[in-house]
């Protein structure tokens, strides 16, 4: 059993390595059922400030789970920061033990950070670090993956200059640039909190929920959902390559 989290599919291609239908954690969340039982049970999520996006540790705080090989797979762009030494901990003060925990190097979908195109056309060598994470998974493998000292200051620097940011900033992150909207609402169906509706044939944001996963933008055909920090590069978008809009769309629609 795998379960997922993507706003741009990088964490679902990694989760169909490890199994041919994982379930998208959105979509579970929907549900009322939260006790699994399998032989291992893996979780695939990107990461959000070295950590698990707040959807993945709500799911993962109300779930139990039964498995004698819990593990998790996150992906990321460019600094780790620990993720795995953090995702262990998280999940540890959940009662939930993790077995083995790696991360996957893959294109950054975070707008304002980076260009998308040079992201996009990246070659970060997936296949070459997946290979041997699916393996060790397959053997049940029991590792956390190597954080150093370094990497733990660098999510230390994070949590500071987040903690310095005015409170629910980042909720406000995503602008709609209502004139090039076109209402097609292809926004509305990749978000996984319906934090997207049309207004008017007009798409708008509505902030609280928003796991700023970027699914949106991302997604905007006309390019009309942009941040409010300046873009790298406007004119670009980031979809992992082999992941289409409509497995986004299946993964995240909330209606
Ligand atoms: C809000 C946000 C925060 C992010 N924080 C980090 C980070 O701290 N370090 C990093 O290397 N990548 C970071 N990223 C990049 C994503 O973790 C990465 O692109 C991931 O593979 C996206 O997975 P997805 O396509 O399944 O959504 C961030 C992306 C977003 C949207």
Redesign the pocket.
């Known amino acids: 059993m795998v379960f997922y989290?993507?706003?741009?599919?990088?964490?679902?291609y990694v989760a169909r390595q490890l199994e041919e239908k994982p379930l998208s954690i959105p979509q579970v969340m929907r549900g009322d059922s939260f006790d699994f039982t399998d032989e291992s049970i893996g979780v695939v999520?990107?990461?959000?400030?070295?950590e698990l996006p707040p959807m993945v540790k709500e799911f993962i705080r109300k779930s139990s789970f039964h498995t004698d090989y819990f593990y998790v797979i996150l992906?990321?762009?460019?600094?780790?920061?620990g993720a795995s030494e953090l995702a262990r901990d998280f999940c540890e003060s959940c009662g939930v033990h993790v077995a083995y925990a790696n991360i996957v190097l893959?294109?950054?979908?975070?707008l304002p950070g980076y260009d998308m195109e040079i992201e996009q056309k990246a070659d970060k060598h997936v296949d070459e670090q997946l290979a041997p994470i699916v393996g060790d998974v397959r053997r049940r493998v029991h590792k956390i993956s190597a954080v150093t000292e370094e990497d733990r200051e660098i999510h230390r620097e994070?949590v500071a200059r987040n903690a310095a940011r005015p409170v629910g900033e980042?909720q406000h992150l995503i602008v709609v640039v209502a004139d090039r909207c076109i209402g097609c609402g292809i926004c509305t169906r990749v978000c996984p909190t319906a934090s997207m509706r049309l207004v008017d044939g007009k798409a708008e944001h509505i902030p609280g929920k928003c796991e700023?996963?970027?699914?949106c933008a991302q997604a905007c055909p006309q390019l009309a959902i942009t941040t409010s920090r300046p873009e790298k590069n406007p004119h670009a978008r980031y979809r992992?390559e082999h992941v289409t809009l409509e497995d986004i769309i299946e993964a995240n629609c909330q209606f």
């Open positions: 989290f993507t706003g741009t599919g990088n964490s679902l999520a990107p990461i959000y400030g070295h992906t990321y762009g460019l600094r780790h920061g893959m294109g950054d979908n975070f994070n980042l700023i996963c970027m699914a992992n």
